[in-house]
C-alpha cells in the first residue's frame, strides 16, 4: 500500500509569514500533484511535478518534487488570508490510482 | 467548460436505508472517481470508472457499488447505511486513468 505522509497537520500563521509543507513516501510516484480545498468545496488542483528535481512556480507558491519521485514540498511566500485551505498532495503510482496525501490545514491571519 | 457537478449537494438518511448520488463528469472526460473524506481518515479512494469499467477499487465494503453509463456519467450507491457513512462523497472526473483530477463539489451525507 503506498502512503503519502503530510507535515505538518496544522499550520496556524499570520499574514507575510513563509511556510513550507512536505509530503513523504517510501514509494516512488509517477508523478505527483497538489490541490487546496476551502470548507465546502471540493480540492482544486493547483500543480502537476512529473520529473525527479522538478521545482514549479505559480505566482508565490513554489511547488518540488524529490529526486528520487518519493517526496514533495510546497512553499508559500509571504503568505495571505486567501492562502488558508486544506492542502492535500497526491501520487500517482501503481495500477494509475491516486493516492492522496494526509493534508495540512493551513490557516493565515491577519 | 462545465465544471463536475454533483448532485445532491446535501443528503439526510437514517440508518439502514440506502442512497444513490450522482456525478456528471467535465465534458470529454471518461474516468470518473469517487471518494469519502472525513475529518478522521482523511481522504480515501472508494472506485474509478472509466468507459463503463470499474478500473480500480478502494478498501471498502460490498455496501459500497457504482457503476457508470455511456455518457460518462455515475452513479455511486451505498446499501444499509452506517452512522459512519457520513461523510462527504467527492467525485473527480480526468481524462484518462490515474491523472489529473478535477472534483466537484461533493454531497454531504448525515446518516442518523
Known amino acids: 500500500t503506498q502512503l503519502l505522509e503530510q507535515s505538518p497537520q496544522f499550520l496556524s500563521i499570520q499574514e507575510g509569514e513563509n511556510l513550507t509543507v512536505y509530503c513523504n513516501s517510501s514509494s516512488v510516484f509517477s508523478s505527483l500533484q497538489w490541490y487546496r480545498q476551502e470548507p465546502g468545496e471540493g480540492p482544486v488542483l493547483l500543480v502537476t511535478?512529473?520529473?525527479?528535481?522538478e521545482v514549479k512556480k505559480l505566482k508565490r507558491l513554489t511547488f518540488q518534487f524529490g529526486d528520487a519521485r518519493k517526496d514533495s514540498s510546497l512553499h508559500i511566500t509571504a503568505a495571505q488570508t486567501g492562502d488558508t485551505g486544506l492542502y492535500l498532495c497526491a501520487g500517482a503510482g501503481t495500477a494509475s490510482k491516486l493516492t492522496f496525501g494526509t493534508g495540512t490545514r493551513l490557516q493565515v491571519t491577519l | 467548460k462545465a465544471g463536475v457537478t454533483q448532485t445532491p449537494r446535501y443528503l439526510i438518511k437514517t440508518r439502514g436505508q440506502q442512497v444513490t448520488l450522482s456525478c456528471s463528469p467535465i465534458?470529454?472526460?471518461?474516468?470518473v472517481s469517487w471518494y469519502q473524506q472525513t475529518p478522521g481518515q482523511g481522504l480515501q479512494f472508494l472506485f474509478e470508472y472509466f468507459s463503463e469499467t470499474q478500473r480500480n477499487k478502494g478498501n471498502f465494503p460490498g455496501r459500497f457499488s457504482g457503476r457508470q453509463f455511456s455518457n460518462s456519467r455515475s452513479e455511486m450507491n451505498v446499501s444499509t447505511l452506517e452512522l459512519g457513512d457520513s461523510a462527504l462523497y467527492l467525485c473527480a472526473s480526468s481524462s484518462w486513468t490515474g491523472y489529473e483530477q478535477y472534483f466537484g463539489p461533493g454531497t454531504r451525507l448525515t446518516v442518523t
Open positions: 465534458s470529454g472526460h471518461r474516468s
Open positions: 511535478v512529473v520529473t525527479g528535481g
